[in-house]
């Protein structure tokens, strides 16, 4: 079966400071990968979306940015952060046939 | 691009009442997903049903395409089925990106 995973759980970091969160896929080849952040209190914005190694497409302007280093992996950066990017990041797959998503457990970011 | 609208935002229910959610959307779908998060913001997936009716225990759902809109279905609902029912479509103009409706947040009081 298909398991997905996101590291780190929790994240406190200052203003300016750089980022990644991983997220991997397991059990699937070729997955549709997405990235989502979710402010407190509200809805799924979707960032960015990938269907295939090193093919990554931008959702919303901002200091984010995504790579898809391997078929299975999913990584989300940012070289300076701002207070505003503090949220509930989220990653998520299809298999790119019925394209029913799942998501993994998430990624709580403070940015103080 | 496509809109998504769910009602209603905030429901509160007493332990064993019915409740219908309804999510519209504003063009054409491929796909449809129903989520539920719990308290500790993991999405469980309930349905993924473009089209027709599926039911699955207390919960089901239908969609009718040809007029844009799907409803939840939550049946003798208990206080585990508190938290936050999110719609998410697949537009027909946008393969391979969901987009999300607002979300419908539901407590269930013992």
């Known amino acids: 079966s298909q398991t997905i995973h996101q590291w780190p759980a929790t994240l406190v970091q200052p203003v300016g400071s750089p980022l990644s969160l991983e997220c991997t896929v397991e059990?699937?080849?070729?997955?549709?990968l997405y990235w989502y952040r979710q402010a407190a209190g509200r809805g799924l914005q979707l960032l960015f979306y990938?269907?295939?190694?090193?093919?990554i497409s931008s959702e919303v302007p901002q200091n984010l940015s995504a790579s898809r280093p391997q078929d299975r992996q999913f990584i989300l950066s940012s070289k300076k952060l701002l207070l505003s990017d503090s949220g509930f990041y989220l990653c998520?797959?299809?298999?790119?046939?019925?394209?029913?998503?799942?998501f993994g457990p998430g990624t709580r970011l403070t940015v103080l | 691009g496509i809109q998504v609208e769910q009602s209603p935002p905030d429901l509160i229910l007493q332990e064993g009442a019915n409740s219908t959610l309804r999510c519209n959307f504003s063009?054409?779908?491929?796909?449809l997903q129903w989520f539920h998060q719990n308290p500790w913001g993991q999405l469980i997936n309930l349905f993924y049903?473009?089209?027709g009716t599926k039911q699955n225990g207390r919960l089901s759902a239908t969609t009718v395409a040809t007029e844009r809109y799907s409803l939840l279905y939550i049946s003798s609902s208990q206080t585990t089925d508190s938290g936050v029912y999110f719609c998410?479509?697949?537009?027909?103009?946008?393969?391979?990106?969901?987009?999300f409706g607002t979300g419908t947040r539901l407590k269930v009081l013992a």
């Open positions: 998520a797959w299809t298999s790119g046939t019925d394209n029913e998503q799942f």
């Open positions: 063009d054409s779908v491929n796909n």
């Open positions: 990938s269907v295939g190694i090193g093919q």
């Open positions: 049903i473009p089209s």
């Open positions: 059990g699937t080849s070729n997955p549709n």
């Open positions: 998410a479509v697949e537009p027909t103009s946008g393969t391979y990106k969901y987009i």
